[in-house]
């Protein structure tokens, strides 16, 4: 749970959560990202799928998976050999839709 400090106008958050959802929305920054996790919205997928999914290599798609889960905005699962890579969880979708919804007004 967060803390907030308050003010007349509402929460602040603290110096380090500001610091931590600006980190957050540099990820957003990036059109592949943003690709990536749209792609996944559908469920989960291998790099293989993906890449082929957004016509991109697999190379450029595990640099760019790599720096979401840092962000923690995927998770991940094995199966054998293969990864499989999903949202990680509806906190995910729902900032996709909001910043579509928000751009189209």
């Known amino acids: 749970m967060m803390n907030y400090k308050q003010d007349p106008f509402g929460a602040i958050p603290t110096d380090e959560e500001v610091y931590y959802l600006a980190e957050l929305f540099k990820v957003f920054a990036d059109s592949t990202r943003i690709r990536i996790l749209y792609a996944l919205s559908g469920g989960e997928m291998c790099v293989m799928e993906i890449s082929q999914a957004l016509n991109m290599s697999q190379s450029s798609i595990s640099h ?19 990864i499989y890579y999903s949202l990680a969880d509806h906190h995910v979708r729902t900032m996709l839709s909001q910043g579509l919804e928000h751009i189209s007004e």
């Not at 998976?65 to 050999?81: E, H, I, N, P, T």
């Open 64 to 82: 760019q998976l790599r720096v979401l889960k840092q962000s923690r905005l995927v998770k991940f699962r094995r199966d054998g050999r293969t």
